[in-house]
């Protein structure tokens, strides 16, 4: 099946070097995370942590619950402003940025699949996918299309015209997997579902974000429990009470 | 790579044999193909194993082949081998015996003797996600060949789940409480019960307690 194309392929896509560069790209990574530490009210939940992620690479983040997996995931996709460290994505340090620009980076060049259900309630499945294409101004109906490919290309076609409340846990995961890989992004953070879905509908969706994203090449943080998800990773990072336990060369 | 451990070869010939006359080749070849992950049943063995099963009267010479090349001789399953077979089927396997994997005896002496523990889990933690993801890209030439190599991934997975239970007992002398690492394989209980959880009365928050014992 050949890829749908990406919004560059449409007609009114403004150019993708919006933001300026306030740091250069590290040779080779898009992410880099330097003692990033972060804590809420009463718990530390990230105690010095170190991440970088090259170009083309799929690192999968693991570790018990609560370890500060998806405080991690948060930080270095903009999501949240850690108290401590530095953020560098795709050449842009994340702490510099106003939260209207993390947001516009996060929308046009990120791709991100959280943890609990992050559908916009109000719209249907179709809707969802393309809604950050429809935010940057693509014309409707060329985003719809492309919304639909990436829907089928992820086996989330028949429930199109579905509201979120509608779904099954499953297809709702399908659908945000599909409205993170809608607009080509270069990196793709996503947030293993859990509860929602059993292991092996799980796995199939996980298993379909990670062949899509090596397909493009692009790069993947992904966040998991599950151990046969993390062997699909090129490198496990393993986090353990708030800072790297281990780290894993798989590939 | 033995993915096929403790298999009685005898019960595999027998159960190939159950599908029509053969001769040795067409055994090995059927048994390489069943356990396409496993180790090549070696022609020797074929041979021997058909002389036994001979012997017990659970085998018999249906002919002899000789169509230009060398003789072959085919055997055939006879009714006392039906009988052997369905009633080996029809047994449950036996549970593979805790304590006695070098997994364990590893993971055992690390703990036991404060030998880096910590180093050792992340090793082998390693080694096994990298078996892992090997074995998943293995082309599968059929649904049960699948099925093999997704027994041989289970077992992986729960090693790995087993490590992180081992992980959880490591502490700064490296003392720990193997004992009941190894309850833990004799229940099977590779559940989601790490002593990391964040709950100050978690029934499993007791690494420090274990490590003062
Ligand atoms: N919004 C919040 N307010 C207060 N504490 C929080 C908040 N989010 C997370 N925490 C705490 O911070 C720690 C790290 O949480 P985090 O969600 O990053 O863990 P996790 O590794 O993703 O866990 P899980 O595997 O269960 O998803 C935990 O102790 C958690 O209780
Ligand atoms: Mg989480």
Redesign the interface.
Known sequence: MTPPSTPGDLPGTPPPDHLAATVPVPAGAVLEAHGVQHAYRRTVALRGVDLRVDAGEVVAVTGPSGCGKSTLLHAAAGLLVPQAGTVTLLGRDLARLTEDERALLRRREVGIVLQFGQLVPELTAVDNVALPLLLDGHPADGARRLALDWLERCGAEDVAATMPSDMSGGEAQRVAVARALVTGPSVVFADEPTGSLDTLAGRQVLGLLVAAVRERGASLVIVTHDNTVAARSDREVRLVDGTVASEAVLR | MCIVIGMSTADVVLALLSRGPAHGYDLKRGHDTWFDQGRPLAFGQVYATLARLERDGLAAVAHTETGGGPERTVYEITPAGRARLAAWVAEPAEPAAPGADELIRKTVAALRLGLDP?GFV?RQ??A???R??AL?QTPATDPTSRLVVEHA?AH??AD??WL?VA??YVSTDGAAAPVQLLHHVAAGDHS?D?P???SDDSPDDHSDDRSRA
């Open positions: 910590a992340a933690r390693a096994h996600l990298r892992m993801r998943e991934v992986l997975d790995l789940r992180e992980a959880g989601d790490s990391d959880d964040q």
